[in-house]
């Protein structure tokens, strides 16, 4: 789908929540979903469909690369809570090089991809892929991402310091792996596809060293996508980039250096202001506190219409294309199921 198909929604007024999670917390064997690539794509298909949306977004699950590397490098054990301290030894990643090369994922990988198949092939919806950020991916596999990265940006280099060269080696791996599920998904049919990157933030890069000079920020958050866009510019898919990280200027210039056909950003940042930071071409998503819609207390459904009329006021006024949405994905919480759809409601029907 070319670009115009997507600028062509945003000037209609399109408004579509992330909020796949929620269809598929409704099914009491949600679990089993997740293994199951027709039936994921069956409640991808009906998020679209509830959301009148054209575009069929799946499931954010973000830990689904994570178990995947894990797997590819022969460990079995630890899960989530799992961390490297140490390079995998040479045996570990020649096992990751052969896994990778024969598509030997997880179940839950393949899932994904094959939700993606069914869209493409059983619906006229615009099938979207998703992945994990490669740096966001790094920072799931060491137990102190932070320390390492001020290293780098102070100017110590693998060679200097052994936690840099964990963080290079992970990154390089999460970016092959990355590279590759998405492939995948193109092959499936993806036409647009989601790139998060939430930890590529003022949190894990110091915005003092950013400002003095350093390119930590461009070597390590944005140089893996780069590899990412030129993978998708050569397939004719154009990308989706969400980050709900609490950024710094020059962060969102190097965003806007990707080229996105969407770029979301959290509810952090005022759209209308970071429009003159965009160009033109990108639509600008976003960015209700989607992580708040839980709570009445936090936000109600009236801050939801209210802070609705003024993002598409506002957006309207500095003339630049816009999509109304959430800051991330609207996650299903126990209990208050009710309550954050009311406020999804409200998004979509605020006048």
């Given at each position: 789908m070319k670009r115009e198909f997507y600028l062509d929604q945003a000037s209609r007024g399109l408004r579509m929540p992330i909020g796949t999670d929620l269809v598929l917390h409704e099914h009491a064997d949600q679990a089993q979903i997740r293994t199951d690539g027709k039936r994921l794509g069956g409640v991808i298909v009906d998020a679209a469909n509830r959301y009148r949306t054209p575009l069929a977004i799946p499931l954010m699950d973000l830990t689904r690369e994570k178990s995947a590397l894990l797997h590819l490098l022969g460990i079995d054990e630890g899960g989530s809570e799992f961390h490297f301290s140490d390079v995998p030894s040479p045996a570990a990643i020649d096992r990751f090089d052969r896994g990778i090369e024969r598509h030997d994922f997880t179940p839950a990988i393949q899932a994904h991809v094959e939700s993606i198949r069914h869209v493409a092939r059983s619906t006229n919806l615009v099938p979207v892929g998703m992945c994990i950020g490669p740096f966001s991916l790094l920072t799931k596999l060491l137990a102190d991402p932070i320390t390492p990265v001020y290293f780098a940006g102070s100017g110590l280099s693998a060679d200097d310091e052994p936690e840099v060269k964990l963080l290079e080696t992970m990154l390089e791996l999460s970016t092959r792996l990355v590279l590759k599920i998405i492939q995948q998904q193109i092959d499936a049919g993806a036409t647009l596809m989601v790139i998060a990157e939430p930890?590529?933030?003022?949190?894990?890069?110091?915005?003092?060293?950013?400002?003095?000079?350093?390119?930590?920020?461009?070597?390590?958050a944005i140089d893996a996508n780069q590899r990412i866009r030129g993978l998708l510019r050569a397939a004719g898919v154009e990308l989706f980039f969400h980050c709900c990280g609490e950024l710094v200027p020059s962060m969102l210039r190097a965003f806007d250096s990707l080229d996105p056909a969407i770029l979301s950003l959290g509810s952090s940042r005022l759209l209308w202001e970071d429009a003159a930071l965009v160009r033109k071409s990108t639509i600008l998503y976003g960015n209700l506190p989607s992580k708040q819609f839980y709570s009445d207390t936090l936000v109600s459904v009236a801050d939801v219409k209210q802070r609705s009329r003024e993002l598409v006021g506002r957006m309207r006024d500095v003339g630049h294309p816009f999509i109304l949405g959430t800051e991330c994905d609207v996650l299903s919480v126990p209990g208050c199921e009710c309550t954050i759809k009311a406020k999804v409601d409200a998004l979509l029907t605020a006048g």
């Open positions: 930890a590529a933030n003022k949190v894990f890069f110091s915005p003092t060293q950013i400002e003095a000079g350093s390119d930590v920020f461009q070597r390590y």
